[in-house]
Structures are given as structure tokens and as C-alpha cells.
């Protein structure tokens, strides 16, 4: 089992940045290769980033790609999202997810964090 615990959302005006982390605990943090998703209201969960166990490969949404950045430090147990120059469109749920493989896909993911809401006002 991993919980996963996210903080560092809020409001923000576009053109701005905000940084998220997520907190693991329980099984080993490494083992696992990490992902932000996020879901808007009255739309699905969709994938944003991921990061492999060892922080060397990364993959992006075109929507974010040049604005996002994502980051883990294996030795605190934390995965972070650094979101720049903002948009209304990034308005959502962020959640963290550890998986035990490569995917884009929200339903191979094991363990999910409870979310932590971004809200961008123009």
C-alpha cells in the first residue's frame, strides 16, 4: 500500500505559477513510477505528467508541455508539479498516482491521492 497525500493548490490569476507535492508513505516511493492526472468539473480525470522511479524519463500532455515540470526526490518520499504561466484551462482537481509501470491510462494506476484543487481566473 501507498498513501499519497497532495498539498499546494489554490487560486492563482493566469499568467501565474503554482507548485504542488505529494507526499508518500508506505511502501518504498521508488518502487513506483509517479503521474499527475487532474479533472475538471463535469469532465474525466485525464493524464498530465509522469516520472519514472528514478526521476530520468519524463512525459507530458501536449496541454502543458514548456509550462509544467515534474520532479521527485526519492530520499523525502515527494513528487512535485510546478506549473507556470497558467491558463483558466488548467482549472481542475490535481491528484497524484503511483503506478507500477509506464502509462498515460488513469485506471492502471494503484494508488491515488485525494486531490488538491487549482483554480486559474483570468
Known amino acids: 500500500q501507498v498513501q499519497l497525500v497532495e498539498s499546494g493548490g489554490g487560486l492563482v490569476q493566469a499568467g501565474g505559477s503554482l507548485r504542488l507535492s505529494c507526499a508518500a508513505s508506505g511502501r518504498t516511493f521508488s518502487d513506483f513510477d509517479m503521474a499527475w492526472f487532474r479533472q475538471a468539473p463535469g469532465k474525466e480525470r485525464e493524464f498530465v505528467t509522469y516520472?519514472?522511479?528514478?526521476?530520468?524519463?519524463?512525459s507530458f500532455a501536449d496541454s502543458v508541455k514548456g509550462r509544467f515540470t515534474i520532479s521527485r526526490d526519492n530520499a523525502k518520499s515527494m513528487l512535485y508539479l510546478q506549473m507556470n504561466n497558467l491558463k483558466p484551462e488548467d482549472t481542475a482537481v490535481y491528484y497524484c498516482?503511483?503506478?507500477?509501470?509506464?502509462?498515460?491510462?488513469?485506471?492502471?494506476?494503484?494508488?491515488w491521492g485525494q486531490g488538491t484543487q487549482v483554480i486559474v481566473s483570468s
Open positions: 498516482a503511483a503506478s507500477q509501470f509506464f502509462t498515460t491510462v488513469v485506471r492502471d494506476y494503484d494508488y
Open positions: 516520472i519514472n522511479t528514478r526521476g530520468s524519463t519524463t
